[in-house]
């Protein structure tokens, strides 16, 4: 029984549910997934999308990232809450998490993904969508406040696959919107990201695997 | 109820799903709110602008003055804000609330998309592909009524719930679905519990008057939305 996380290295998705799990001081199991070759226990927990995270909680699977970072806030009702108490105040990290989740994969796939037009526009879109976060953060030190939360934990994954992005579609962050920057600077420096997220030149080499897979140049 | 000064609103348009959400979970927690319903082709609001500028879309609660957006998010700050007011529309145990978020996200993301390419693609084969495709996703939610919600009456247990408003809010849209299709979706020899399910969601007094009648809605899809997808089509 226990606990334990069906995941992959490198999956933004899973990190989030990984820096939940080290902020709340859980113990874990956790179980790397080849996902050319998807387990029996992938399957049957999570047979509607087979896919990573899977959080195993005495044998119960919760499935989609967002969903089990809430549940594990909710289990392990102490601090540090990522969730606020108010709910007015419950629902705007919602909010702009599940932004994170609408918009940023499906942008950076289509950033390293294609080229010349399409890629262009899925850069401008990109710029807009980091544009939108800054302006949320405000002069905030995390989009929690003072507290690191949840609308932090959704997005710091992704701050690792912005050399990537950076590489494959020539703009620079840094440039375009620094509070971003300076924010995921922030976060790392919390142990929780930092023994999480990987070099970003790590996930450039498997962004190269992934275009060679998909014949990208 | 809303206490007084409490000033409660919901931008909508009244075939939308999400809107329907919005307006059953009010009704339940008895919550006294003004209806304002949208332009969202052209000429949106101000108000709908102002309220939410990242989407531009319905459903929108505005509560004092302060919006909330996407209806998951307003069905849940309901439950919250009006946390007094019985029934509960999430699940009080931690997993079923997971369980309940999951589903109500696949029905509404995966499952709903994909049904409604029934009427939007051209050839027999898509057509074809997004029938099966629809079964399937019944099929999952026939095994998981099966597996944890036997025997009662609803998903959230002797009352309705945050995934029983979620997955009936679409009946409407089945509905019309099956009717311009000619086909049985919520088929009770295929899916048995679902569809009595369905039935008894949709004669839950609450519930009964914001589901639209399926005449209503067939003409709303042929006049305006199936002329919109030939478009984005071609």
């Known amino acids: 029984m226990g606990v334990k996380l069906l995941d992959a290295w490198v999956s933004p998705f899973g990190q989030r549910v990984r820096i939940a799990l080290a902020e709340k001081g859980v113990e874990y199991e956790y179980v790397e997934e080849n996902l ?87 850069k401008k879109e990109m710029i807009e969508i980091l544009k939108l976060l800054a302006a949320e953060l405000g002069d905030k030190t995390y989009f929690g406040g003072d507290a690191f939360g949840f609308v932090d934990v959704a997005l710091v994954p992704f701050t690792s696959w912005f050399y990537s992005y950076e590489r494959c579609a020539g703009f620079s962050v840094e440039a375009e919107c620094p509070e971003i920057v300076a924010w995921a600077k922030r976060c790392m420096e919390r142990e929780s990201v930092k023994k999480t997220l990987y070099d970003p030149e790590k996930v450039y080499e498997f962004v190269c695997f992934l275009k060679k897979r998909y014949g990208v140049e | 109820m809303a206490a007084s000064g409490e000033e409660v609103k919901l931008l909508g348009v009244w075939p939308s799903p999400y809107v329907i959400k919005v307006k059953i979970a009010l009704e339940l927690k008895g919550v006294r709110y003004e209806y304002l319903e949208q332009e969202i082709w052209e000429n949106k609001s101000e108000l709908l602008l102002k309220s939410n500028p990242v989407y531009k879309k319905v459903p929108v609660l505005i509560h004092n003055d302060r919006p909330v957006c996407e209806s998951a998010i307003i069905l849940q700050y309901i439950d919250e804000v009006w946390a007094g ?43 074809a592909e997004a029938i099966e495709q629809s079964f399937a996703g019944l099929s999952l939610l026939e095994e998981t009524y099966e597996k944890s919600f036997k025997g009662k009456p609803f998903f959230g247990g002797d009352n309705i719930g945050y995934l029983d408003i979620a997955l009936g809010s679409f009946l409407g849209w089945v509905k019309t679905i099956e009717k311009m299709s000619g086909l049985k979706l919520i088929d009770g020899a295929k899916f048995p519990l679902l569809a009595t399910w369905a039935e008894r969601f949709c004669s839950v007094a609450t519930v009964k008057e914001h589901i639209p009648k399926t005449d209503k809605m067939i003409e709303y899809c042929s006049k305006v939305l199936q002329p919109k997808w030939h478009a984005l089509n071609n």
């Open chain 1, 36 to 122: 050319a070759e998807k387990s029996r226990l992938l399957l049957e927990s999570n047979p509607v999308h087979k896919k990573i995270p899977v959080l195993i909680h005495d044998g119960n699977p919760v499935c989609e990232s967002l969903i089990i970072v809430e549940y594990i806030d909710d289990v392990w009702d102490k601090k540090p809450h990522l969730l606020p108490a108010h709910p007015y105040l419950r629902a705007q990290p919602r909010f702009w998490a599940d932004f994170v989740d609408k918009k940023i994969y499906e942008c950076g796939t289509r950033l390293w993904k294609l080229k010349g037009e399409e890629q262009a526009e899925a």
């Open chain 2, 85 to 127: 007011a019985r029934p509960s529309i999430l699940p009080s145990d931690p997993y079923e609330r997971a369980i309940a978020r999951f589903w109500a996200g696949y029905f509404e993301d995966t499952w709903f998309y994909g049904a409604i390419k029934i009427l939007q693609v051209k050839t027999e084969k898509e057509k």
